[in-house]
Protein backbone atom coordinates (compact mmCIF):
# COMPACT_ATOMS: atom_id res chain seq x y z
CA UNK A 1 0.00 0.00 0.00
CA UNK A 2 1.43 2.92 -0.93
CA UNK A 3 2.61 5.40 1.95
CA UNK A 4 2.80 8.69 0.38
CA UNK A 5 2.63 10.51 -2.98
CA UNK A 6 6.23 11.08 -4.57
CA UNK A 7 6.77 14.53 -5.65
CA UNK A 8 6.50 14.49 -9.38
CA UNK A 9 5.21 11.04 -10.58
CA UNK A 10 2.04 9.80 -9.82
CA UNK A 11 -0.32 7.06 -11.48
CA UNK A 12 0.98 7.59 -15.06
CA UNK A 13 3.66 10.21 -15.34
CA UNK A 14 3.86 13.37 -13.83
CA UNK A 15 0.57 15.77 -13.80
CA UNK A 16 -0.41 18.78 -11.64
CA UNK A 17 -1.90 22.51 -11.90
CA UNK A 18 0.04 24.62 -14.09
CA UNK A 19 1.88 26.31 -13.25
CA UNK A 20 1.65 25.86 -9.21
CA UNK A 21 3.21 22.39 -9.95
CA UNK A 22 3.83 21.99 -13.71
CA UNK A 23 5.58 24.77 -15.05
CA UNK A 24 8.38 26.12 -17.25
CA UNK A 25 10.98 26.22 -14.18
CA UNK A 26 10.80 22.31 -13.92
CA UNK A 27 10.47 21.39 -17.15
CA UNK A 28 13.88 22.58 -17.90
CA UNK A 29 14.93 20.62 -15.07
CA UNK A 30 13.55 17.82 -16.52
CA UNK A 31 15.38 17.93 -19.59
CA UNK A 32 18.50 18.16 -17.83
CA UNK A 33 17.95 15.44 -15.99
CA UNK A 34 16.74 13.01 -18.85
CA UNK A 35 20.01 13.59 -20.24
CA UNK A 36 21.98 12.55 -16.96
CA UNK A 37 19.49 9.71 -16.67
CA UNK A 38 19.83 8.21 -20.16
CA UNK A 39 23.10 10.02 -21.19
CA UNK A 40 23.37 12.21 -23.82
CA UNK A 41 21.30 11.41 -26.88
CA UNK A 42 18.89 12.45 -29.13
CA UNK A 43 15.37 13.06 -27.55
CA UNK A 44 11.90 12.86 -29.27
CA UNK A 45 10.07 15.56 -27.87
CA UNK A 46 5.73 16.08 -28.40
CA UNK A 47 2.58 17.78 -26.75
CA UNK A 48 -0.64 17.74 -26.40
CA UNK A 49 -3.16 20.78 -27.31
CA UNK A 50 -3.44 22.15 -23.76
CA UNK A 51 -2.84 26.10 -23.50
CA UNK A 52 0.23 25.81 -21.51
CA UNK A 53 1.66 22.35 -23.76
CA UNK A 54 3.93 24.57 -25.65
CA UNK A 55 5.05 26.85 -23.66
CA UNK A 56 6.34 24.01 -21.39
CA UNK A 57 7.64 22.07 -24.46
CA UNK A 58 9.81 25.00 -24.95
CA UNK A 59 11.28 24.90 -21.81
CA UNK A 60 11.82 20.97 -21.80
CA UNK A 61 13.23 21.58 -24.85
CA UNK A 62 15.98 24.23 -23.41
CA UNK A 63 16.62 21.81 -20.75
CA UNK A 64 17.61 19.11 -23.05
CA UNK A 65 19.81 21.34 -25.23
CA UNK A 66 21.98 23.02 -22.49
CA UNK A 67 22.16 19.24 -21.04
CA UNK A 68 24.22 18.10 -23.84
CA UNK A 69 21.52 16.32 -25.36
CA UNK A 70 20.01 16.78 -28.94
CA UNK A 71 15.91 17.40 -29.55
CA UNK A 72 14.07 15.98 -32.14
CA UNK A 73 10.55 18.35 -31.70
CA UNK A 74 7.77 16.52 -33.44
CA UNK A 75 5.44 19.36 -31.91
CA UNK A 76 1.41 18.69 -31.54
CA UNK A 77 0.73 15.20 -31.98
CA UNK A 78 -1.01 12.09 -30.55
CA UNK A 79 0.59 10.60 -27.22
CA UNK A 80 0.93 7.31 -29.25
CA UNK A 81 3.36 8.88 -32.31
CA UNK A 82 5.32 10.55 -29.91
CA UNK A 83 6.07 6.69 -28.84
CA UNK A 84 6.30 4.86 -31.99
CA UNK A 85 8.45 7.66 -33.02
CA UNK A 86 11.51 6.88 -30.34
CA UNK A 87 11.66 3.44 -31.70
CA UNK A 88 10.88 4.15 -35.52
CA UNK A 89 14.16 6.54 -35.21
CA UNK A 90 16.25 4.71 -32.49
CA UNK A 91 16.44 7.77 -30.22
CA UNK A 92 17.77 7.40 -27.11
CA UNK A 93 14.10 8.55 -25.50
CA UNK A 94 11.31 10.72 -25.99
CA UNK A 95 9.24 13.07 -23.67
CA UNK A 96 5.25 13.92 -24.09
CA UNK A 97 3.95 16.76 -22.51
CA UNK A 98 0.27 16.20 -21.35
CA UNK A 99 -2.27 15.98 -18.72
CA UNK A 100 -3.60 13.29 -20.74
CA UNK A 101 -7.82 13.28 -19.48
CA UNK A 102 -7.77 16.21 -16.77
CA UNK A 103 -8.96 19.43 -16.87
CA UNK A 104 -7.22 22.22 -18.87
CA UNK A 105 -5.50 23.96 -16.00
CA UNK A 106 -3.85 20.50 -15.39
CA UNK A 107 -0.70 19.51 -17.65
CA UNK A 108 2.65 17.22 -17.17
CA UNK A 109 4.93 14.60 -18.62
CA UNK A 110 5.67 11.32 -19.73
CA UNK A 111 8.97 9.37 -20.05
CA UNK A 112 9.62 7.15 -22.61
CA UNK A 113 13.14 4.85 -22.59
CA UNK A 114 14.27 3.62 -26.17
CA UNK A 115 12.18 0.91 -27.01
CA UNK A 116 9.23 3.68 -26.89
CA UNK A 117 8.23 2.55 -23.10
CA UNK A 118 7.47 4.27 -20.66
CA UNK A 119 10.05 4.72 -17.78
CA UNK A 120 9.15 2.42 -14.70
CA UNK A 121 8.29 2.78 -11.07
CA UNK A 122 11.93 2.50 -10.31
CA UNK A 123 13.05 4.63 -12.82
CA UNK A 124 10.59 7.37 -11.63
CA UNK A 125 12.26 7.05 -8.26
CA UNK A 126 15.45 7.73 -9.74
CA UNK A 127 14.25 10.62 -12.07
CA UNK A 128 12.76 12.75 -8.88
CA UNK A 129 16.45 12.46 -7.08
CA UNK A 130 18.02 13.71 -10.40
CA UNK A 131 15.65 16.49 -11.51
CA UNK A 132 16.78 18.24 -8.44
CA UNK A 133 20.41 17.97 -9.25
CA UNK A 134 20.77 17.98 -13.09
CA UNK A 135 23.21 19.96 -14.74
CA UNK A 136 24.03 21.90 -17.54
CA UNK A 137 26.64 21.36 -20.11
CA UNK A 138 29.67 23.17 -21.28
CA UNK A 139 28.84 26.11 -23.58
CA UNK A 140 31.02 24.03 -26.06
CA UNK A 141 28.93 20.63 -25.67
CA UNK A 142 25.27 21.75 -25.87
CA UNK A 143 23.17 19.64 -28.44
CA UNK A 144 21.10 20.06 -31.42
CA UNK A 145 17.65 20.78 -32.66
CA UNK A 146 15.82 19.81 -35.18
CA UNK A 147 11.90 18.76 -36.63
CA UNK A 148 10.35 15.76 -37.53
CA UNK A 149 6.84 15.46 -38.71
CA UNK A 150 6.33 11.84 -38.78
CA UNK A 151 2.47 11.51 -38.48
CA UNK A 152 2.31 10.34 -42.25
CA UNK A 153 5.00 7.92 -41.63
CA UNK A 154 2.99 6.56 -38.16
CA UNK A 155 -0.23 5.83 -40.70
CA UNK A 156 1.65 4.45 -42.95
CA UNK A 157 3.44 1.37 -41.03
CA UNK A 158 0.04 1.36 -38.57
CA UNK A 159 -2.02 0.93 -42.06
CA UNK A 160 0.39 -1.84 -43.08
CA UNK A 161 -0.06 -3.79 -39.64
CA UNK A 162 -3.43 -3.49 -39.70
CA UNK A 163 -4.76 -3.65 -43.18
CA UNK A 164 -7.04 -6.78 -43.67
CA UNK A 165 -6.67 -9.05 -46.90
CA UNK A 166 -10.45 -10.02 -46.03
CA UNK A 167 -13.15 -7.51 -46.23
CA UNK A 168 -16.75 -8.71 -45.11
CA UNK A 169 -18.04 -4.99 -43.58
CA UNK A 170 -16.99 -1.22 -44.08
CA UNK A 171 -18.11 -0.11 -40.21
CA UNK A 172 -19.37 3.49 -40.19
CA UNK A 173 -17.85 5.19 -36.96
CA UNK A 174 -18.39 8.64 -35.29
CA UNK A 175 -14.90 9.73 -34.21
CA UNK A 176 -14.89 12.23 -31.36
CA UNK A 177 -11.09 13.66 -31.02
CA UNK A 178 -12.06 15.51 -27.61
CA UNK A 179 -10.83 18.02 -29.66
CA UNK A 180 -7.11 17.01 -29.32
CA UNK A 181 -4.57 16.35 -31.27
CA UNK A 182 -5.65 12.73 -32.38
CA UNK A 183 -7.83 13.74 -35.03
CA UNK A 184 -4.15 14.58 -36.80
CA UNK A 185 -3.96 10.74 -37.23
CA UNK A 186 -7.11 8.30 -36.15
CA UNK A 187 -9.75 9.74 -39.34
CA UNK A 188 -7.37 8.89 -41.96
CA UNK A 189 -5.78 4.97 -40.27
CA UNK A 190 -9.45 3.75 -39.91
CA UNK A 191 -10.45 5.35 -43.59
CA UNK A 192 -7.54 3.91 -45.06
CA UNK A 193 -8.31 0.42 -43.39
CA UNK A 194 -11.40 0.56 -44.42
CA UNK A 195 -13.79 2.10 -42.52
CA UNK A 196 -16.06 4.95 -43.02
CA UNK A 197 -15.51 7.93 -40.58
CA UNK A 198 -17.35 11.06 -39.16
CA UNK A 199 -15.57 13.40 -37.07
CA UNK A 200 -16.67 15.22 -34.00
CA UNK A 201 -15.12 17.60 -31.90
CA UNK A 202 -12.65 17.99 -34.28
CA UNK A 203 -11.08 21.23 -33.87
CA UNK A 204 -8.25 21.09 -31.86
CA UNK A 205 -8.62 23.30 -28.93
CA UNK A 206 -6.38 22.58 -25.38
CA UNK A 207 -10.02 24.05 -23.37
CA UNK A 208 -11.51 21.38 -24.55
CA UNK A 209 -15.00 23.22 -25.82
CA UNK A 210 -16.70 20.47 -26.85
CA UNK A 211 -16.76 18.11 -23.56
CA UNK A 212 -14.77 17.49 -20.76
CA UNK A 213 -11.50 15.48 -21.76
CA UNK A 214 -12.42 12.14 -19.56
CA UNK A 215 -14.01 9.62 -21.88
CA UNK A 216 -16.00 8.21 -19.30
CA UNK A 217 -19.92 7.33 -18.99
CA UNK A 218 -21.55 10.22 -17.37
CA UNK A 219 -19.82 12.63 -19.99
CA UNK A 220 -20.33 9.89 -23.40
CA UNK A 221 -23.79 8.67 -22.46
CA UNK A 222 -25.37 12.07 -23.80
CA UNK A 223 -23.87 11.17 -27.39
CA UNK A 224 -26.00 7.90 -27.65
CA UNK A 225 -29.15 9.37 -28.90
CA UNK A 226 -26.93 11.08 -31.28
CA UNK A 227 -25.13 7.74 -31.86
CA UNK A 228 -28.42 5.79 -32.94
CA UNK A 229 -30.05 8.19 -34.34
CA UNK A 230 -27.10 8.31 -37.62
CA UNK A 231 -27.39 4.78 -38.17
CA UNK A 232 -23.68 4.27 -37.36
CA UNK A 233 -21.75 0.94 -35.65
CA UNK A 234 -20.24 3.06 -33.08
CA UNK A 235 -18.37 6.07 -31.94
CA UNK A 236 -15.22 5.61 -30.72
CA UNK A 237 -13.88 8.69 -27.71
CA UNK A 238 -10.40 9.08 -27.20
CA UNK A 239 -9.20 11.55 -24.26
CA UNK A 240 -7.40 14.60 -24.62
CA UNK A 241 -4.14 13.00 -26.19
CA UNK A 242 -4.94 10.00 -27.14
CA UNK A 243 -4.00 7.00 -24.94
CA UNK A 244 -7.34 6.51 -23.94
CA UNK A 245 -10.47 5.15 -26.26
CA UNK A 246 -13.99 4.76 -25.10
CA UNK A 247 -16.84 3.14 -26.78
CA UNK A 248 -20.42 3.14 -27.38
CA UNK A 249 -22.53 1.14 -29.59
CA UNK A 250 -25.96 2.01 -30.52
CA UNK A 251 -27.56 -1.21 -28.45
CA UNK A 252 -25.85 -1.05 -25.08
CA UNK A 253 -24.71 2.35 -24.77
CA UNK A 254 -21.19 2.96 -23.37
CA UNK A 255 -19.39 -0.55 -23.39
CA UNK A 256 -17.77 -1.20 -20.08
CA UNK A 257 -13.55 -0.95 -20.40
CA UNK A 258 -13.84 -4.43 -18.87
CA UNK A 259 -15.43 -6.48 -22.00
CA UNK A 260 -13.38 -4.42 -24.54
CA UNK A 261 -10.10 -5.77 -22.50
CA UNK A 262 -12.02 -9.31 -22.89
CA UNK A 263 -12.85 -8.90 -26.50
CA UNK A 264 -9.68 -8.16 -27.58
CA UNK A 265 -8.26 -10.81 -25.03
CA UNK A 266 -10.20 -13.33 -26.91
CA UNK A 267 -8.95 -12.57 -30.31
CA UNK A 268 -5.30 -11.77 -28.99
CA UNK A 269 -5.57 -15.52 -27.51
CA UNK A 270 -6.95 -17.27 -30.49
CA UNK A 271 -3.80 -16.46 -32.70
CA UNK A 272 -1.01 -16.72 -29.34
CA UNK A 273 -1.64 -18.33 -25.62
CA UNK A 274 0.56 -16.58 -22.98
CA UNK A 275 -0.02 -13.81 -20.18
CA UNK A 276 -2.46 -11.08 -20.03
CA UNK A 277 -1.58 -8.65 -18.16
CA UNK A 278 -4.41 -6.13 -16.61
CA UNK A 279 -5.02 -3.60 -14.52
CA UNK A 280 -6.38 -4.54 -10.75
CA UNK A 281 -9.58 -2.58 -11.40
CA UNK A 282 -10.54 -5.23 -13.83
CA UNK A 283 -13.36 -7.54 -13.28
CA UNK A 284 -14.78 -10.91 -13.78
CA UNK A 285 -15.62 -10.92 -17.84
CA UNK A 286 -11.68 -10.18 -18.62
CA UNK A 287 -10.64 -13.47 -16.37
CA UNK A 288 -13.52 -15.80 -17.80
CA UNK A 289 -12.78 -15.48 -21.48
CA UNK A 290 -9.01 -15.51 -20.99
CA UNK A 291 -9.21 -18.53 -18.91
CA UNK A 292 -11.72 -20.03 -21.23
CA UNK A 293 -9.19 -19.54 -23.55
CA UNK A 294 -5.95 -21.23 -21.69
CA UNK A 295 -4.25 -17.47 -21.08
CA UNK A 296 -3.04 -16.76 -17.67
CA UNK A 297 -4.46 -13.37 -15.91
CA UNK A 298 -2.23 -11.24 -13.63
CA UNK A 299 -3.15 -7.99 -12.17
CA UNK A 300 -0.93 -5.52 -11.69
CA UNK A 301 -0.64 -1.81 -10.79
CA UNK A 302 -3.36 1.11 -12.47
CA UNK A 303 -1.42 2.82 -14.93
CA UNK A 304 1.79 0.88 -14.46
CA UNK A 305 0.59 -2.38 -17.00
CA UNK A 306 3.80 -0.88 -19.49
CA UNK A 307 6.19 -2.55 -16.23
CA UNK A 308 4.74 -6.16 -16.59
CA UNK A 309 6.39 -7.04 -20.07
CA UNK A 310 9.68 -6.75 -17.91
CA UNK A 311 8.54 -9.24 -15.29
CA UNK A 312 6.19 -11.63 -17.55
CA UNK A 313 8.84 -12.05 -20.63
CA UNK A 314 5.51 -14.28 -22.56
CA UNK A 315 2.92 -11.85 -21.99
CA UNK A 316 1.22 -11.17 -25.04
CA UNK A 317 -1.18 -7.87 -24.43
CA UNK A 318 -1.76 -5.41 -21.11
CA UNK A 319 -4.56 -3.63 -20.44
CA UNK A 320 -6.50 -1.32 -18.17
CA UNK A 321 -9.77 0.46 -18.35
CA UNK A 322 -9.16 2.79 -22.01
CA UNK A 323 -5.96 1.36 -22.83
CA UNK A 324 -4.20 -1.21 -24.30
CA UNK A 325 -0.76 -2.66 -25.37
CA UNK A 326 -0.37 -5.21 -27.90
CA UNK A 327 3.35 -6.11 -28.18
CA UNK A 328 3.67 -6.92 -31.60
CA UNK A 329 2.76 -2.58 -32.48
CA UNK A 330 5.15 -1.68 -29.47
CA UNK A 331 5.63 -1.49 -25.80
CA UNK A 332 3.24 1.58 -25.24
CA UNK A 333 -0.46 2.70 -25.00
CA UNK A 334 -1.87 4.11 -28.04
CA UNK A 335 -5.29 4.49 -28.32
CA UNK A 336 -5.43 5.04 -31.70
CA UNK A 337 -3.79 1.48 -32.53
CA UNK A 338 -6.83 -0.03 -30.22
CA UNK A 339 -9.40 2.04 -32.36
CA UNK A 340 -7.73 0.64 -35.92
CA UNK A 341 -7.24 -3.20 -34.10
CA UNK A 342 -11.40 -2.80 -33.20
CA UNK A 343 -12.29 -1.44 -36.94
CA UNK A 344 -10.23 -4.41 -38.23
CA UNK A 345 -12.25 -7.25 -36.44
CA UNK A 346 -15.78 -5.86 -37.45
CA UNK A 347 -13.98 -5.65 -41.32
CA UNK A 348 -12.80 -9.33 -41.01
CA UNK A 349 -15.86 -11.10 -39.41
CA UNK A 350 -18.43 -9.16 -41.19
CA UNK A 351 -20.46 -8.34 -37.97
CA UNK A 352 -20.78 -4.83 -35.83
CA UNK A 353 -19.38 -4.13 -33.02
CA UNK A 354 -22.74 -4.42 -31.26
CA UNK A 355 -22.56 -7.92 -32.71
CA UNK A 356 -19.12 -9.39 -31.94
CA UNK A 357 -19.94 -8.39 -28.36
CA UNK A 358 -22.66 -10.83 -27.51
CA UNK A 359 -20.05 -13.15 -26.90
CA UNK A 360 -18.56 -11.42 -24.03
CA UNK A 361 -19.78 -11.73 -20.41
CA UNK A 362 -21.06 -8.85 -18.73
CA UNK A 363 -21.43 -7.78 -14.85
CA UNK A 364 -22.75 -4.80 -13.82
CA UNK A 365 -20.48 -2.24 -12.33
CA UNK A 366 -19.77 0.94 -10.56
CA UNK A 367 -17.29 3.32 -10.76
CA UNK A 368 -17.40 6.31 -8.11
CA UNK A 369 -14.54 9.10 -8.22
CA UNK A 370 -14.91 11.08 -4.62
CA UNK A 371 -13.33 14.34 -4.83
CA UNK A 372 -11.16 15.21 -1.37
CA UNK A 373 -9.07 17.81 -0.07
CA UNK A 374 -5.41 16.96 -1.48
CA UNK A 375 -3.34 16.84 1.63
CA UNK A 376 -6.03 14.45 3.30
CA UNK A 377 -5.96 11.97 0.33
CA UNK A 378 -3.86 9.56 1.75
CA UNK A 379 -4.90 9.46 5.32
CA UNK A 380 -8.51 9.26 4.54
CA UNK A 381 -7.33 6.46 1.68
CA UNK A 382 -5.49 4.27 4.78
CA UNK A 383 -8.09 4.32 7.80
CA UNK A 384 -10.95 3.63 5.07
CA UNK A 385 -8.91 0.54 3.89
CA UNK A 386 -8.22 -0.81 7.41
CA UNK A 387 -11.49 -0.29 8.51
CA UNK A 388 -12.75 -2.32 5.05
CA UNK A 389 -10.04 -4.99 6.39
CA UNK A 390 -11.57 -5.42 9.80
CA UNK A 391 -15.22 -5.77 8.40
CA UNK A 392 -14.09 -8.28 5.52
CA UNK A 393 -10.66 -9.90 5.74
CA UNK A 394 -12.56 -13.07 7.46
CA UNK A 395 -14.84 -13.09 4.56
CA UNK A 396 -13.12 -12.80 1.37
CA UNK A 397 -9.29 -12.46 0.03
CA UNK A 398 -7.64 -9.08 -0.01
CA UNK A 399 -5.16 -7.58 -2.54
CA UNK A 400 -2.90 -4.72 -2.02
CA UNK A 401 -1.19 -4.69 -5.35
CA UNK A 402 -2.65 -1.11 -6.02
CA UNK A 403 -4.74 0.63 -3.18
CA UNK A 404 -7.14 -2.14 -1.49
CA UNK A 405 -9.24 -4.57 -3.19
CA UNK A 406 -11.55 -7.23 -1.54
CA UNK A 407 -13.06 -10.72 -3.97
CA UNK A 408 -16.26 -12.34 -2.57
CA UNK A 409 -16.92 -15.86 -2.82
CA UNK A 410 -19.53 -14.92 -5.21
CA UNK A 411 -17.08 -13.21 -7.21
CA UNK A 412 -18.65 -9.64 -6.72
CA UNK A 413 -15.63 -7.31 -5.76
CA UNK A 414 -14.38 -3.53 -4.62
CA UNK A 415 -11.26 -2.11 -4.49
CA UNK A 416 -10.45 1.44 -3.24
CA UNK A 417 -7.45 3.38 -4.08
CA UNK A 418 -5.67 6.69 -3.76
CA UNK A 419 -6.05 8.93 -7.06
CA UNK A 420 -2.52 9.24 -8.57
CA UNK A 421 -2.97 12.38 -10.16
CA UNK A 422 -6.14 14.23 -8.62
CA UNK A 423 -7.70 15.19 -5.19
CA UNK A 424 -9.88 11.39 -5.72
CA UNK A 425 -10.67 8.42 -3.51
CA UNK A 426 -11.25 6.13 -6.70
CA UNK A 427 -13.81 3.04 -6.09
CA UNK A 428 -14.54 0.12 -7.95
CA UNK A 429 -17.09 -2.56 -8.09
CA UNK A 430 -18.49 -5.62 -9.66
CA UNK A 431 -21.00 -7.96 -8.71
CA UNK A 432 -23.41 -11.22 -10.24
CA UNK A 433 -26.63 -8.59 -9.84
CA UNK A 434 -27.57 -4.87 -9.74
CA UNK A 435 -28.65 -5.36 -6.16
CA UNK A 436 -25.88 -6.55 -4.77
CA UNK A 437 -23.73 -4.13 -6.17
CA UNK A 438 -25.95 -1.64 -4.67
CA UNK A 439 -25.20 -3.04 -1.47
CA UNK A 440 -21.68 -2.98 -1.52
CA UNK A 441 -20.97 -0.08 -3.03
CA UNK A 442 -23.12 1.67 -0.56
CA UNK A 443 -21.72 0.22 2.60
CA UNK A 444 -18.02 1.04 1.18
CA UNK A 445 -19.35 4.71 0.10
CA UNK A 446 -20.62 4.84 3.80
CA UNK A 447 -17.89 3.99 5.47
CA UNK A 448 -15.54 6.46 3.25
CA UNK A 449 -18.10 9.47 4.43
CA UNK A 450 -18.06 8.85 8.08
CA UNK A 451 -14.00 8.60 7.63
CA UNK A 452 -14.11 12.25 5.99
CA UNK A 453 -17.07 12.94 8.54
CA UNK A 454 -14.61 12.36 11.57
CA UNK A 455 -12.57 15.48 10.00
CA UNK A 456 -15.38 17.66 9.69
CA UNK A 457 -15.34 18.05 5.79
CA UNK A 458 -17.93 16.43 3.07
CA UNK A 459 -16.89 15.06 -0.32
CA UNK A 460 -16.31 18.07 -2.27
CA UNK A 461 -18.06 16.18 -5.22
CA UNK A 462 -18.89 12.54 -6.24
CA UNK A 463 -18.52 11.50 -9.69
CA UNK A 464 -20.33 8.26 -10.78
CA UNK A 465 -20.82 5.84 -13.16
CA UNK A 466 -23.23 2.46 -12.38
CA UNK A 467 -23.49 0.68 -15.21
CA UNK A 468 -25.99 -2.37 -15.24
Aim: with cysteine; aromatic share 8%.
Amino acid sequence: MVSQLPKFFGTAGARGIFPSKINPELMVKVGKAVTQFFGRSAFSIGYDARTTSRALGLALMSGVLSSGSSVVDIGLTPIGVLAWSVKKYRLGGGIYITASHNPPQYNGFKIYGKNGDEVTSSDEEILEEVIEKSTYADWSSVGSYSTLNPIDEYIHDLRSLLSSSVHRYKPKIILDTANGPTVLAAPKVLVDIGASVLVTNGNIDGRFPGRYPEPRPDVLEPLHPVLTASGYDALFAFDGDGDRLAVLTPTRGFVKQDRLIALLASRILMDRKGIVIVSVDCGNAVRRVVESLGGNLVLYKLGKIHEAFHVYGNAVMAAEPWKFIDPRWGLWIDGIYQAAYLTKLMIEEGRSLDQILREIPDFPQARYSIVVPEELKIEVFKELAETMKSLYSEKAVLTEIDGLRIDFEDSSWILVRASGTEPKIRLYAEATSTDKLKQLVDTVLNLLLKTLKTRCIEPLSIEKSFLS
